[in-house]
């Protein structure tokens, strides 16, 4: 099986990575860069835990060959700090009690703030209709709905 | 049954650069390759153990498979490998095609639909194709390149069981085309699932409805049914009564009927064949009575 070399900017470093064909951009950012923030839930597109922004739109790094990236612009959570500061989904979703085993956490972040960057003031229902494909089995929801919808109040 | 792991079987992935290259190797290794575009069917199928082909060729960036045009006197061209959250933000999309707009939004999730396509949830041909329904209200052809150059394949007749469908080895869908539509027109589309949202369907109703002084009653209604049948189809004796008796609430039960007749449901783990030929009626006659109070005022 082939392995290619393939250049992308992975939150804001460019790396040069030789990846095997049948390699994810999940098991990518895993297993070669360590960015173990971006979780394996599925494997199968449905629940979300492995969400990361492509070029800016967020996707099931599960679904995404990794040679697909070459060229490609990556931000995983780790990527949501910037300068030592979290993002403010990040601390709204700590102060609302949001997280609980944490396992979906990561993928609710980047769904959440790739609905912020599109839509900076969404109705509970919106937020709901964004976050459908991130499965949380402990917190039943409301408190992240809250989280992000008070970081867009703090955006304002 | 998902495997737990994230590894996808050994593949090798071909970057063709033009159609004609990827084309020539889907028939020089016919059996061992497919076209790919999201991969969000191809992915989950491979890993579990259903699709065994070694070679992915990847046919996004390919020629006229990455625009979406719309032109007023020819109507809209939306390219392969758009995904369906573009399709579904897109301006003349929303204004001319709400229906397909619409549809799209019903699929999985906002995430997932970054990446699945509008031509591959038509060519995995799945009776529970979310999109299909619109596509074949507002008469949909999509565009082959093929080994014997390139031709237009109607949807009406494109499907041809669960998971088959109209095309040969070598063929590549580049994009597909819908006339100008009825101006003004209403659709619905209803889906029926486990959950509010992003499950796959039981029953899938679309219903696009426009005047039209052809039609004895002075209207027309189309109909497509999806998830009840081993294809999508175009419910044709609903049409035809609501085409020929006077529109009333009487007609739409009449015709809600009509389409659960035409039904062959399955039993399977989302539902029992019964409880999916009664809600096809059901569901009919709201989305036609829905349609009916827009389209008549």
């Known amino acids: 099986m082939s ?65 697909e990236c070459d060229g490609a612009e990556v931000v995983t959570v780790e ?16 102060d609302a009690g949001g997280v609980q085993c944490g396992f979906c956490t990561p993928g ?42 008070t970081a867009a109040q703090a955006s304002q | 049954m998902h495997n737990p792991h994230p590894g996808l079987p050994e593949l090798e992935y071909v970057k063709p650069a033009s159609l004609e290259e990827a084309s020539a190797f889907l028939v020089a290794h016919k059996g061992e390759a497919r076209p790919f575009l999201g991969g969000t069917d191809t992915f989950v199928r491979m890993r579990d153990g259903f699709w065994k082909e070694k070679y992915l060729v990847d046919i996004k960036g390919l020629d006229g498979t990455n625009v979406i045009t719309f032109d007023p006197a020819k109507g809209l061209t939306i390219g392969s490998a758009i995904p ?27 995430q997932l639909r970054n990446r699945a396509t509008i031509v591959g949830n038509i060519c995995n041909a799945s009776p529970a194709g979310d999109t299909i329904g619109a596509c074949m209200a507002y008469g949909g052809v999509l565009t082959v390149f093929g080994a014997g150059g390139v031709r237009q394949e109607p949807l009406a ?27 003004p027109h209403s659709g619905r589309y209803m889906k029926l699932g486990r959950n509010k949202m992003s499950d796959l369907s039981i029953v899938g109703v679309t219903v696009l409805a426009y005047k039209d002084a052809a ?20 419910a044709e004796a609903a049409q035809q009564i609501l085409a020929e008796e006077p529109v009333t609430e ?42 009916w109070q827009q389209v008549k005022s």
């Open chain 2, 157 to 183: 007749t494109f499907f041809k069981g669960p998971g088959k469908n109209a095309l040969q080895t070598g063929d590549i869908v580049t994009a597909i085309t819908f006339p100008i539509p009825p101006k």
């Open chain 2, 215 to 234: 039609a004895k009653s002075g209207y027309t209604f189309k109909v497509v049914l999806a998830s009840v049948a081993p294809v999508p189809f175009m």
């Open chain 2, 84 to 110: 369906m959250n573009k399709v579904s933000a897109h301006p003349d999309v929303k204004k001319n095609y709400s229906l397909l707009a619409a549809a799209c939004d019903t699929v999985a999730s906002y």
């Open chain 2, 250 to 291: 009487e007609s739409i039960g009449k015709a809600a009927e009509a389409a659960m007749q035409a039904v062959k449901p399955i039993d399977d783990v989302r539902s029992s064949a019964r409880y999916r030929s009664y809600m096809v009626r059901n569901l009919t006659r709201q989305a036609l009575s829905e349609v």
């Open chain 1, 79 to 94: 990527g949501l700090v910037q300068d030592g500061q979290m993002d403010v989904l990040q601390q709204t979703i700590i």
């Open chain 1, 3 to 67: 392995v290619t070399r393939i250049n992308l900017t992975v939150n804001g470093s460019k790396e040069v990575v030789d990846v095997p064909s049948n390699w994810t951009l999940l098991q990518m950012l895993r297993e070669k860069m360590a960015l173990t923030g971006t979780k394996n839930g599925c494997a199968a597109g449905e629940c979300g835990a492995c969400t990361v922004m492509l070029n800016g739109e967020p996707v099931n790094s599960c679904m995404v060959l990794a040679v």
């Open chain 1, 108 to 149: 609710m972040l980047i769904s959440a703030r790739a609905l912020l960057d599109r839509n900076p003031n969404p109705s509970a229902d919106e937020v709901r209709a964004a976050l459908v494909g991130n499965l949380c089995r402990c917190t039943g929801y409301i408190r992240i709905v809250e989280a992000v919808q």
